[in-house]
């Protein structure tokens, strides 16, 4: 009950104040935080999500809120359900703050992220996450986030509408992750040399290529894009060119692609020889053709290798027993011939293991006993041999192996 009293008292005088001062007063942040709380529904959030909000205690210690030495909040973490309004525009006078996330699981926001969020000029870190869910019409980037030229890490999700040319603007940004966007993927995102994460995942039919110029952006280690439809299944992109400058992303250490082309071309060696940092690879429905190159195994120090859906075709280099870190392999659904390598058992943290429906020969070798760990694994629709070897048989799994 007194809980509840005081904020009441805490809002009656937020409100007084700004109506005896005037519409020049400059607000401060224990107020705006007042604000966004009301207007945001916070009495509706969970316990967890609103300890001390409004309380006598210091702004520093309401949940989600981190202050400086004298105190302005330089952090604000907001997670909440049943919202109607996204955030108010009184967010724009917390200048001091440098991080901002705001987590909405829940339908019916009326508003958008205002303009004033541009005003947060000394921001580095801006995660907009909103439930995929939520059934709202096309919500944008807004031009605002040019003005934040200091940010780092922008992470949005559940937005719509087209990647716009003005994201090259945003020259210090390291992580960029944008989940939900549609349309083409704009030459401008290439102008962003200092990244080192990026994440284009899309829900509805895309337009347009993977542009070629992504091969400058030599700082990734980490390059995702996803061109699926999600739970509407993978598409077809006729005429769709594989972006082959990927390869000249030296640094690179994950790459997962998927739908991003119809088109592929062979991976080239000489280049994924550069490549000495790559942990994952994954390359799914992408038209991708040619013979394993052995150059993927020369490091040793793969720990994902996924390439299926494709065109690949030869056979499996015997040199992947030399990534005894791997704990993924996922071939299936190409054209691979000859046998299955017994170096694959030098592999004993590998847990998923797919070569179904391939032109595979030959025995099961009796090495792959030896990856205890094995979870997943299929082998069906080959021309391998019948004969299970013994050891394989005795595998704790083996109820949920496919041959």
Known sequence: MRKVVLSMVCLFI????????GSSKQLT???ILVIVYEAMNGPNWRDSQKENWLSE?????WKGVETNDEGRVIKLELRADSVTELVPVEIGGLTELEELSIFINNDGITNDVPAEIGNLTKLKRLYLNLSLFIPYE???????ITSLV????LLISGFRGSIPDYIGQLSKLQTLSLQGLEGKIPESICQLTELKELV???NKQPEGEVPQCIGKLTKLKKLSIDYSTGFAGNIKRPNAKFPESIWDLTNLEHLFLRTVSNTGSPIPGDKVAKMENLRGVTIIDCGITGTIPVELFASGELRTFEIYRNNITGTIPTEIGNCVQLSSIKLHHNELTGTIPAEIGNCAKLT????????LTGNIPNELAKCEKLIMFNLSNN???????ADLKAHPKFSNFKF
């Open 383 to 389: 021309q391998l041999s019948s004969n299970i070897p």
């Open 200 to 202: 284009l995942n899309t």
């Open 352 to 359: 998923l293991f797919l070569l179904n429906d391939n032109q």
């Open 138 to 144: 096309e919500r944008p980037l807004l031009p605002a």
């Open 150 to 153: 200091n940010l780092e890490n």
């Open 57 to 61: 205690q210091p702004i520093g210690e």
């Open 29 to 31: 942040d224990q107020e």
């Open 14 to 21: 937020v409100i007084a104040m700004i109506s005896c001062s």
